[in-house]
């Protein structure tokens, strides 16, 4: 029966195929938009006048069959920093256009990474997202929350840097634009830090706001609605002032509640329900969240973000033109920690504000941008509120010699964070203790030349002198892309890239109490580490199989080294002898502990090789689709393959052995050990004492070993939308700092620990996500929509320890007029 | 999982459909505009309007696309391929292939006498003889055009197509 009604649909399907012909062009060309051109069928082209007809194939910016490459082939700057097709990227880079975006359905920026070969995208709770590209994810293994986070990829708005440098990585729901700004979004997988900089490690991507076309006053947006509590709203509205200045200001708002409400505790490997939680101690005496309602004053909370922007574009003249864009936004999260505590997951708030300014003017490029605000990493935590303020200034030029482009530039980066405002400076209550500098100049060159026609070299250098460390690094990239003919492209490529330093990794001075006035740890940065860098090999093969088809390949291997890692290094336990001086029981438990631990490089390698393919099609100006996918193993050698817990466990147990041993020599009547003066002596051990014996080669799980995507697209009429996505990745298992103490309070761990299995908290299995977004044209460009994320509700979680991610029903309206 | 198979196959069924020829559609939709805003002598509008197309060329198919349901003015249209100079008969309009350019100078002497429309595809086009020349000026296709080229073969040319081509002489 269910397959009379396929057979049903697709005669549906291929009936309507044949009647979306014949449409009338109503609509004025020249006010059009690129996308709506794109929807034009043959026959509205066989109708239009001449002039009509050079609008079209102009604003295509054609040759003769630019509809097709409009789609197979888009205009990517950011590999090269000027425009060029997809198909002669030098790199391995992906486009997608705010068409295909809105298309999609997607609901963030981050979520609309999906779309995009080689990425991996996690959603933790309802609408907070981890994206990372290629992989190097959860590395090194068996570390803090923190390590999770990708601090190895640059983000990038029209340019303008957004890393957090706090610990490292992006807080997408700071962003202060939305999918309602964007007009493209152009990524780069692999090392790219000589085009652009510390941090693009793994890769770069480069969110593109929307240019405003046209002097008209014009409005669009959308609004929608779902299960979760799911409240969407943006819109943007655009005006042409005389012919030079173009003006915009969009606002976006997002609200969504958690799929889960209750909370999970590491050490009984269970989630609780907030009410359980408040008050609740571990048999440690240690409170699971001693401020339960000033961290979690919201508990369903997924996110919740708004944000203003205004974005003004000038022509002065033919040559110098230039944009101002400013922006204010609020951000509240439950998402991941960064930090070490009994819950994995906490608060994050952030206001920021940023200015930016670019200036393009005979050849140079001119781009200053300043972010501030204040941001609560983990809300209402002990040493986590700090203000940042993040400046950057770039210049550069570019000036062709034959078909030799050389482009020499410098730039400067400063970002100052503060937590003075909020913790005790002189008992080092906080990560920084003060505002805390971070800087680097950099000088840097890109020459990209082509000879014999076909053959385009391409080397780009880039030196950053750092102040933590002080030390300058040279990163490159070297790359050969040869034209086999019109159609087919191969190129390789060698690059090194780094990641910069951070506050904490750099900075803290953290005096923790853990249990105050008892357990003392002092948390302390390192000014002295190496950066970590990645070295890759890369080859590439573009073809277009036809007009219609274009398939992409790359293979690449990478090499990262120098993670900076906290590690413990030494304990001072107290231990007081006044009952063994009365001649009684000795102490069985110190007086106070004091421990330190310390950033520093490990001795982790990790050599990752993949592959990722992508095939795009466009069938005919109704439906188009694309399939992609990454096929990686990655290989760590030198793991230090232990726990920071099992290391102040040991250093627990060294300082407790010499104790015993001197209990041992006063019971046997040797009272030299006795302290004379007082009556505490303290018993210290060091890190050193093991050194680097637990160091393993192994297979890195964190990262799935193949993930991937499909997109299919399919216009009825002009009036109604198809969009189907797939989403899918392999089983991961995520190693975090406590996998050895899940559930270490529960009743079936104290009666057979060896027994206890918890891999179900950070195994992540298998997911196919599929997305559909369905919207009918009720008018003009106005149209009415029904969204579905994860539309057969697979309830899996996609990250270790966080909320199962369930389906996401949407409806709603989005205008254009 | 059966539900994501069938999606899948529908999506597979879905590219299976038509492949409509997109190729060279816009010089193809240029050609058919230029027939429009082109006058002939009263001795060629007779029988059906033929659209020459001298080398082989992917235009051909899309120029057939549009010949089987366009028509001008009352005339049907046909298109007619020749693979060299001596090939070529009467036809009122002539589009030269990239490849063929060479051979301009000698097919405006065996078409001496016909009123042909001649559209060439290669740089010089114009100043060889031809009466609107493509060209791609950076990323756009533009055209060339000279007045004296075409009306010297007793065609009559509207100014709306002379003002939206770069005027030639």
């Known amino acids: ?817 | 999982m059966k539900s994501t198979i069938l999606s899948a196959l529908l999506i597979f069924y879905m590219s299976c459909l038509t492949l409509s020829a997109q190729n060279e559609k816009f010089k193809a939709l240029f050609l058919y505009n230029f027939i429009k805003n082109v006058e002939w002598p009263q001795s060629a509008k007779q029988g059906d309007l033929i659209i020459g197309i001298l080398g082989n060329n992917p235009i051909t198919k899309e120029l057939e696309t549009i010949t089987s349901s366009q028509k001008a003015g009352n005339q049907s249209m046909k298109v007619k391929v020749f693979s060299n100079v001596e090939e070529i008969s009467n036809c009122q309009i002539l589009y030269v292939s990239p490849g063929k350019g060479s051979a301009i100078p000698l097919l405006i002497s065996k078409i001496n006498g016909y009123s042909t429309l001649v559209v060439s595809d290669s740089k010089g086009g114009i100043q060889q003889g031809s009466g609107i020349n493509f060209l791609l000026d950076g990323d756009k296709l533009k055209f060339e055009i000279s007045k004296h080229n075409i009306e010297s073969r007793g065609l009559k040319v509207s100014a709306n197509l002379l003002n939206l081509g770069i005027a030639v002489n």
Not at chain 1, 28 to 34: D, G, L, Q, V
Not at chain 1, 253 to 279: L, T
Not at chain 1, 543 to 553: A, G, N, P, V
């Open chain 1, 1 to 817: 029966m269910k397959n009379i009604y396929i057979l049903l649909i697709l005669f549906v399907l291929t009936a309507v195929q044949y009647t979306a012909y014949g449409q009338e062009v109503k609509k004025n060309i020249s006010e059009m938009s690129k996308e709506e051109l794109s929807t034009l069928t043959y026959q509205d082209l066989m109708n239009l006048p001449l002039e009509d007809l050079m609008v079209v194939a102009n604003k295509f910016g054609l040759s003769a069959d630019e509809i097709l490459e409009y789609f197979l082939n888009k205009d990517v700057t950011s590999a090269s920093k000027r425009a060029e097709k997809s198909l002669n990227s030098p790199l391995s880079t992906t486009v997608i256009s705010r068409d295909e975006i809105m298309n999609s359905g997607a609901t963030s920026i981050p979520e609309a990474l999906r779309l995009v070969p080689g990425m991996i995208v996690r959603e933790k709770t309802n609408g907070n997202y981890d994206v990372h590209i290629r992989g190097n994810d959860n590395m090194p293994p068996k570390g803090m929350f923190v390590y999770s986070e990708n601090s190895i990829s640059l983000i990038m708005i029209d340019g303008r840097p957004v890393y957090n440098y706090s610990f490292g990585g992006t807080f997408w729901e700071a962003l202060p634009i939305d999918l309602v700004d964007v007009e493209r979004i152009e990524v780069i997988r692999g090392p790219s830090s000589a085009l652009y900089g510390p941090n693009a490690a793994s890769g770069a991507i480069n969110i593109i706001t929307r240019q405003v076309e046209g002097k008209k006053l014009k409005a669009d947006g959308s609004v929608q609605l779902g299960n979760a509590a799911a409240k969407q709203a943006n819109t943007g509205v655009s005006l042409g002032i005389g012919e030079k200045l173009k003006v915009r200001v969009s606002g976006n708002y997002s609200y969504f509640e958690r799929f889960q409400k209750d909370f999970y505790i590491f050490d009984y490997n269970k989630r609780f329900p907030a009410e359980q939680i408040k008050g609740m101690r571990l048999p440690t005496g240690v409170y699971v969240e001693e401020h339960f309602d000033d961290v979690f004053p919201r508990p369903e909370l997924g996110l919740e973000k708004y944000a203003g922007n205004a974005f003004l574009h000038f022509d002065a003249s033919k040559n110098i033109s230039m944009d101002l864009t400013a922006g204010s936004q609020y951000s509240h999260v439950i998402s991941s920690t960064q930090g070490n505590h009994a819950m994995p997951i906490v608060g994050r708030e952030s206001s920021t504000n940023y200015v930016d300014f670019r200036l393009n003017a005979y050849g140079f490029h001119l781009q200053t941008n300043y972010m501030g605000g204040d941001q609560d990493v983990q809300r209402k935590t002990q040493g986590f509120h700090i203000q940042p303020k993040v400046f950057n200034g770039s210049l550069e030029y570019e000036k062709a010699f034959g078909t030799l482009i050389l482009r020499p530039g410098i730039s400067y980066q400063s970002s100052v964070y503060n937590d003075e405002k909020w913790v005790d400076v002189e008992a080092k209550g906080g990560y920084l203790n003060g505002a805390k500098t971070l800087t680097s100049l950099a000088y840097y060159l890109r020459a990209d030349y082509k000879t014999f026609e076909k053959l385009r070299l391409i080397a780009a250098l880039r030196g950053d002198t750092y102040n933590k460390p002080d030390v300058t690094k040279l990163t490159y990239q070297f790359i050969a892309s040869y034209d086999v003919n019109e159609n087919n492209v191969v190129r390789a490529g060698y690059s090194r890239a780094n990641r910069g330093s951070f506050m904490a990794d750099t900075y803290a001075n953290y005096y923790w109490q853990i249990v105050p006035g008892y357990y003392t740890m002092h948390y302390e940065g390192n000014q002295n580490m190496n950066l970590p860098v990645i070295d890759m090999i890369e080859f590439g093969y573009r073809t277009k199989l036809s007009k219609k088809i274009m398939f992409e390949i790359e293979a690449f291997h990478s090499e990262m080294k120098d993670f900076t890692f906290f590690t413990p290094d030494s304990m001072v336990m107290t231990f007081d002898f006044s009952p063994v001086k009365q001649g009684q029981a000795p102490n069985t438990s110190p007086s106070k502990i004091w421990s330190h631990g310390q950033y520093q490089n490990l001795d982790l390698k990790t050599v990752q090789n993949g592959i990722t393919a992508n095939l795009s099609v466009v069938v005919n100006n109704n439906l188009n689709f694309r399939i992609f996918g990454t096929l990686q193993q990655t290989k760590l050698s030198s793991f230090y393959d232990r726990t920071i817990w099992q290391d102040f466990k040991y250093l627990q147990t060294a300082c407790a052995a010499q104790y015993m041993a001197d209990l041992m020599k006063i019971g046997g009547g040797d009272y030299s050990p006795l302290p004379q003066a007082s009556n505490t002596k303290d018993y210290s051990a060091g890190y050193k004492t093991y050194g680097d014996s637990s160091n393993v080669s192994m297979t890195h799980k964190g990262t799935p070993s193949f993930y991937g995507g499909l997109v299919a697209d399919y216009n009825f009429k002009k009036k109604l939308n198809f969009n189907t996505s797939f989403y899918f990745y392999g089983k991961q298992t995520m190693l975090h700092n406590k996998i050895d103490e899940l559930g270490q309070y529960t009743p079936e761990y104290i009666s057979n620990p060896a027994a206890y299995d918890a891999s179900d908290a950070y195994t992540i299995q298998p997911k196919f996500i599929v997305n559909l977004k369905i919207s009918y044209k009720f008018w003009k460009d106005n149209s009415v929509f029904v969204n579905a994320r994860n539309l057969f509700n697979s309830t899996e979680k996609e990250f270790g320890f966080m909320d199962e991610v369930k389906g996401l029903y949407l409806a709603g309206v989005s205008f254009n007029f």
